[in-house]
């Protein structure tokens, strides 16, 4: 007779198992309260931010852009920043840009990471030519912006392998090192477009929902084996690096775009704090997820009010 068995039929193991279930209960709803009161008491207190000198970061798209902004700040936190670009002038002259600051050191490697063989090639330099990379930054990426029925199937597929399957080729080129040497720190950048759904944008966000779903899957692997590698997630709202060409928005002073610079120093703050996700700027997030528990016509409803979206690119 199994346990289960056993204990249907004892009418003490039964009360044991209903006392221990309501202990869990009330305990599970005490640390619940407690956390949520830690995370409320967090808004008012400035977090303490991680040294991060002599990290080695590793950023992709980083010829211009956020990217250009994440090397050149990183670099001047003191970190050995690897700057990793399909295009070989933009990428020299941001480490140019960075190694000017005299703070850390910047390296080039010219690479298409949508390319799974060249990924892992440049990894093997990389490791030989600088080192360990403790920190990623799965920055690149493309928006075209069209309805669904005017993009052709070879645009949608490189939306999806610049903005999804290239994090599949890091991750499997430097993760595994990071598991051996049990410390290391993954960011990757979606969007707000992760987060809300918009027109001329259905490839873009469905992307960008797959990265924000592929980071939570991956944060309960590691958590589940216990493996002390941490994730940041980044939602930028719209931001000025020449991807978003036809911004629309009823309130542009309070919602304009952001800049590379601004988008770029909130990310690093995210990851210093050592927070699992971010929408930039935070109040974003915090309405989404208020206007989430309401019926979807008055999503819409809302929406519509601040006709905030993306445009057709010109042709």
Not at 26 to 52: N, P, R, T, W
Not at 92 to 103: G, I, S, V, W, Y
Not at 220 to 245: F, H, Q, S, W
Not at 290 to 304: A, E, G, S, T
Request: hydrophobic residues 45%; neutral net charge.
């Amino acid at each position: 007779m199994t346990d289960n068995q056993n204990a249907s039929h004892n009418p003490a193991l039964r009360l044991y198992s209903a006392f221990t279930l309501i202990a869990d209960i009330i305990g599970l709803l005490l640390k619940f309260i407690l956390e949520i009161i830690y995370s409320f008491m967090k808004l008012f207190v400035k977090a303490e931010l991680k040294d991060l000198s002599g990290e080695v970061v590793l950023v992709t798209g980083a010829g211009h852009g956020i990217g250009r902004e994440l090397a050149l700040q990183y670099t001047d936190l003191g970190c050995e920043v690897v700057c990793l670009d399909i295009n070989e002038t933009n990428n020299a002259e941001t480490a140019e840009m960075a190694n000017a600051l005299k703070r850390g050191r910047a390296y080039t490697f010219t690479c298409d990471v949508t390319d799974r063989d060249q990924v892992l090639e440049v990894a093997n330099r990389i490791r030989l030519q600088v080192g360990h990379v403790s920190v990623i930054v799965n920055n690149a990426g493309i928006m075209p912006s069209r309805p669904l029925w005017e993009q052709k199937h070879q645009e949608i597929r490189k939306v999806f392998d610049v903005n999804v399957m290239a994090h599949f080729w890091i991750f499997e080129a430097f993760l595994p090192q990071m598991i051996e040497k049990n410390r290391g720190h993954l960011v990757s950048i979606s969007s707000v477009a992760g987060l809300i759904g918009a027109a001329n944008l259905v490839p873009y966000c469905a992307s960008k929902f797959a990265v924000r779903g592929m980071m939570e899957a991956l944060f309960e692997e590691l958590r589940e084996n216990k493996i002390p590698i941490k994730l940041t997630v980044a939602y930028p709202y719209m931001v000025d690096t020449g991807l978003c060409k036809s911004p629309k928005m009823r309130f542009p002073s309070a919602m304009a775009l952001l800049t590379p610079k601004a988008a770029a120093t909130s990310i690093i703050e995210a990851h210093r704090q050592g927070l699992v996700e971010a929408t930039i700027p935070r109040y974003i997030g915090y309405l989404n997820r208020f206007f989430r528990n309401y019926p979807v016509n008055c999503q819409l409803m809302v929406k519509d009010f601040f006709e905030t979206g993306v445009g057709i690119d010109d042709q």
